[in-house]
């Protein structure tokens, strides 16, 4: 079982950053791929990024690379998000999912999730 734990979020201007985290407990946190998804009101959750086991592989959508970083420390059992250059189309509810096998882009494919962090960009 793994369970996690999204903190990090919060309201910032548009132009700039923050930093999301995401803790997981267990054992095994270091067999599982990660991602990080977001959900706005009224739309459907969508993928932002997913870094692999190993933390040797990261994946990005379009529309937040060049400006968020994903990254992992297996010893702490976190993994991070960098979100820098912040738009006001960031704001969502960002999410944290974790599921053995390669890193993949669609929801269904993640078996675990936090609760969610709201992050807010004002223009």
């Known amino acids: 079982q793994v369970q996690l734990v999204e903190s990090g979020g919060g309201l910032v201007q548009a132009g700039g950053s923050l930093r999301l985290s995401c803790a997981s407990s267990?054992?095994?946190?270091?067999?599982?791929?990660m991602g990080w998804f977001r959900q706005a009101p009224g739309k459907e959750r969508e993928f932002v990024s997913a870094i692999s086991a190993s933390g040797g592989s990261t994946y990005y959508a379009d529309s937040v690379k060049g400006r968020f970083t994903i990254s992992r420390d297996n010893a702490k059992n976190t993994i991070y998000l960098q979100m820098n250059s912040l738009k006001p189309e960031d704001t969502a509810v960002y999410y944290c999912?974790?599921?053995?096998?390669?890193?993949?882009?669609?929801?269904?494919?993640?078996?675990?999730w936090g609760q969610g962090t709201q992050v807010t960009v004002s223009s």
């Open positions: 267990g054992r095994t946190f270091s067999s599982y791929t």
């Open positions: 999912a974790a599921r053995t096998g390669a890193p993949y882009a669609l929801a269904h494919g993640y078996g675990y």
